[in-house]
């Protein structure tokens, strides 16, 4: 007669937990100790092109690119020798492989749980099974949200140029005025030498001297010039040293038509030495040009002086850039939507100003906040991470 079968039925918990893994969004791949896959649900094999009996046994580092696949096992080693839990953790963005060899992110966290010597499949009884640790691994594919952040990075990118031009054109008579003023320097020295020289009642040292003043008013002209272009020029993001000092300067001669012509003055209080930021200077610059022409226009609206201060200052890890007006302050009603896009209290605006800032500051790890300050007008507080800044 047959001997008896050596089958063994998976208990109702074994089936249920069956299911559950396969019933799992995220793939699950269970190892033993020795690192080989004992369990690949449904999600994986989608994931990873491969079905459970072509991996099943196999150590789960082939479905790792180097350098983690040649790292791996030296965690498991090092695990079973001193308990380093270096491989336990939740939501490591790591490099998989797919049987194809193509490879893709993944989000792993991995978990540890006790299983037994014994696999289900060996006709051991429950009861004589050997205790030993496995562990669970559930992972998730971050291609798609890659290429979602990939595409928000770059709207943000056209959003951040958009506003750029935007202010520019609402500036353009003010930086008309900036270049020209220069031309007209330029132009005025030039005739006055000519005159000289042809009547004869120039001095070498004279001409030097006009030639210098030619000169400098040239390099103005050409100092707005380089500025307009940085401003308008589409670019990739960049981080570099920032001297947030300079970037101030820049940006005074930039309005300071605009804010004579409004009868205000713009006071600068910058502090020195200040620590280089790091970041892209091109956007921290708009950063600074918005808050400072709608402070300008806030005080147009209704003023107690007229005083527009920029500051810096430096602690706690960031360079902090302080815009302040004495316009009318900041209602709390204002004050819960400031940053929302396409919230404004302008009649001709489009409210994506403050919005734009805030995600540009996001962006590069920093902070930008808005309050009323004391005394009344509006304070925003720019920080932007320092340079070297953990």
């Known amino acids: ?155 943000r990118g056209r959003l951040t140029h958009v506003g750029r031009i935007g202010i520019l054109g609402e500036m353009v008579s003010g930086i008309a005025h900036e270049v020209n003023q220069p031309l007209t320097a330029i132009s005025n020295y030039a005739s006055a030498c000519r005159r000289m020289i042809n009547a004869g009642a120039i001095s070498g040292a004279e001409l030097s001297g006009a030639l210098e003043k030619i000169g400098a008013q040239a390099e103005r002209a050409g100092q707005v010039i380089r500025g307009l272009r940085a401003l308008v020029r589409r670019r990739d993001e960049v981080r570099e040293p920032l001297d947030c000092n300079k970037l101030i300067r820049d940006v005074s001669r930039l309005v300071d038509f605009e804010m004579r012509q409004a009868g ?44 527009i201060e920029v500051t810096t200052s430096a602690a706690d890890g960031f360079v902090e850039i302080r815009v302040r007006d004495s316009g009318p302050g900041i209602s709390a009603a204002i004050a819960e939507r400031l940053f929302e896009p396409f919230f404004t209290t302008k009649p001709q605006g489009i409210g994506l100003g403050l919005s734009i800032c805030q995600s540009i500051i996001t962006a590069h790890g920093g902070q930008m906040t808005a309050e009323t300050a004391p005394g009344g007008g509006a304070q925003f507080r720019v920080r932007v991470p320092v340079l070297g800044n953990p």
Do not use: W
């Open 1 to 155: 007669m047959p001997g008896p079968s050596t089958a063994v039925t998976p208990t109702v918990a074994e089936s249920s937990f069956n299911a559950l893994l396969d019933a799992a969004v995220d793939a699950i791949v269970l190892i033993n100790p020795r690192g080989e896959v004992t369990r690949f649900n449904l999600a994986a094999e989608k994931m990873f092109g491969y079905r459970e009996s072509e991996v099943r046994g196999r150590n789960v580092s082939m479905l790792m690119p180097e350098p983690y696949q040649a790292q791996h096992d030296g965690y498991l080693d090092r695990y079973a020798r001193t308990g380093e839990r270096r491989i336990i953790g939740i939501g490591r963005e790591v490099t998989a492989l797919r049987k194809d060899g193509t490879t893709f992110p993944i989000d792993l966290s991995v978990g540890e749980f006790q299983t037994a010597a014994h696999g289900p499949d060996s006709g051991q009884r429950a009861e004589d099974e050997t205790p030993e640790h496995g562990f669970v691994g559930i992972i998730r594919d971050l291609t798609e949200r890659r290429a979602q952040t990939r595409e928000a990075e770059e709207l």
């Open 264 to 307: 205000y003055r713009l006071v600068l209080d910058l502090a020195e030495p200040l620590p280089d930021a790091v970041g892209d200077a091109v956007q921290i610059q708009q950063i600074v040009l918005n808050l400072v022409r709608n402070a300008l226009d806030a005080m147009l609206e209704r003023a107690t002086s007229d005083v």
